[in-house]
């Protein structure tokens, strides 16, 4: 295993770190004074490829209240890459100018290609289908701090199961924790891939599969819903034909346990009604500033060197034949394989080879 001190997938982290980050954010939650200077004289490079709310502000956020700085840009309008530079050339020069990284990017593995470019952590803020391990820090503290712990929890997901990134991470992130029962919620076309099920399951936690939102709404601890992402389907029709099939509606609630918390990684569309919102259940606001705090522990934990997570280390093998994967578009990229059971597969975007 290699050393590491980026973070590019939620599973490259252990129980121990995801406490030392968990109480690091409580502290700073609760005493933000005693580390308005703590990243004083410091730079966050902040490089999103791809649009962003929440994740690219509440790092920003984090770094200043942190009393550090941040450059950067928000798409790459204003950037050399509409005069052809490269990736590799884009991120070793950001790494140049910046203490720490942040890098969203619309194709998968890209946030793993920016660690093996430079010398500086890197944190995968999204990269296209593939991982959004911050989401996840932001939904595990977000159940702790209203749950109290992660252990036997009845949690449910619901909405575009496939090609959702933060669910993808989430699950890796919960299979972390025992004895919680898990229901995923999707139609046929957007059920979890297998690879993430059987992860769910090797971790001893209980999955069921199913349609209907209201089949078990009286069961659930947890309700993630999610966004169907127009972008991630290759076709309008495609998208269309998933849209609106899943509505969290009052009345719906109404079967629901009167401690369950509503969770949403954000931005919602559709998905959750409006009335919704002022359902004292409805935390998924809350759960983004959550999301400021565990970024602000991790970005201070990264820049004292507190941070450590651990990944195969790559070796060369054959392209990837992943048309989203970053191996695939930026041809400079070196071809690298992890292998696992005799499999080969893509370090940058985790598909078999
Ligand atoms: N949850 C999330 O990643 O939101 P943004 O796309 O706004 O960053």
Redesign the pocket.
Known sequence: MKINHSLIDISDIDLAQWNKLYYLACDIEENPQKYAQACRGKIMASMFFE??????SSFQAAMLRLGGSVIGFSGTGGTSVQKGENFQDTVYIMSQYSDLITIRHPQDGAALAASEICDIPVINA?DGRHL?PT?SLTDLMTITRLKGNIENLNIAICGDLLYGR?VHTLLFALSKFKHNKIYLISTAKLRVPQYVKDIVIQSGNTLIECESLEEYMSEFDVLYMTRIQRERFDSQEEYLAQSGIYVLTAEKLKKAKSDMIILH???KVDEIEYAVDSDPRAKYFAQAKYGMYIRMALILSMLNGDFISHFPKPQSGKACNNPHCISCNEKHLPALSKFKASKEFCVYCDCEK
């Not at 649009?51 to 690219?56: A, F, N, V, Y």
């Open positions: 649009p962003s709310t929440r994740t690219q999204g959004h989401q933060a990684p954000l931005p």
